[in-house]
C-alpha cells in the first residue's frame, strides 16, 4: 500500500491516466496530476514534491526525459510505462530505470512502485 503517498502521473492517454490515477487511490495514495505534457509536469514540478512518479515515455510535446532528470536528481523513484520502452538519452543515463511496457495491467505498475518506493 502507498500509505498515502503523493504519486505524479505523467500520460497523454486520457483513459490510461484516469486507470493509474484510480489504481494509486485505491492502493492509498494521492495522486498529482495527471498531466499530459514535459512542460505542464515540470511547471507542476516547481510547486509540488512527490514520493514517486509513474512516467509515460512519450508525451504530446515530447519523450518524457526532462522530467525524468528533475525527479532522479531529486532521488525520486521512477517507473516509465512504455509501448516502446525507455528514449534514447534515458537509456543513456539511467539504463536501471525500472520499465513496464504496455499493455499492462495498472496493478501490475502500481506493484512495481511499491517495489520503487519501498525502503531496501
Excluded at 494509486?24 to 509536469?41: D, E, K, M, N, Y
Aim: with cysteine.
Amino acid at each position: 500500500m502507498l500509505g498515502g503517498a503523493r504519486i505524479l502521473v505523467v500520460e497523454d492517454e486520457a483513459l490510461t491516466a484516469l486507470d493509474i490515477a484510480d489504481e494509486i487511490q485505491a492502493a492509498g495514495g494521492r495522486v498529482v496530476g495527471p498531466f499530459a505534457s514535459v512542460a505542464l509536469t515540470l511547471a507542476a514540478l516547481e510547486r509540488a514534491e512527490v514520493a514517486a512518479a509513474i512516467l509515460d515515455a512519450n508525451l504530446i510535446d515530447r519523450d518524457v526525459t526532462p522530467v525524468a532528470i528533475v525527479l532522479i536528481a531529486r532521488h525520486v523513484p521512477v517507473v516509465i510505462h512504455s509501448g516502446t520502452g525507455l528514449p534514447e538519452e534515458l537509456r543513456r543515463l539511467f539504463p536501471d530505470l525500472p520499465v513496464i511496457l504496455e499493455p499492462t495491467a495498472s496493478c501490475d505498475l502500481i506493484r512495481t512502485l511499491e517495489m520503487q518506493i519501498r525502503p531496501q
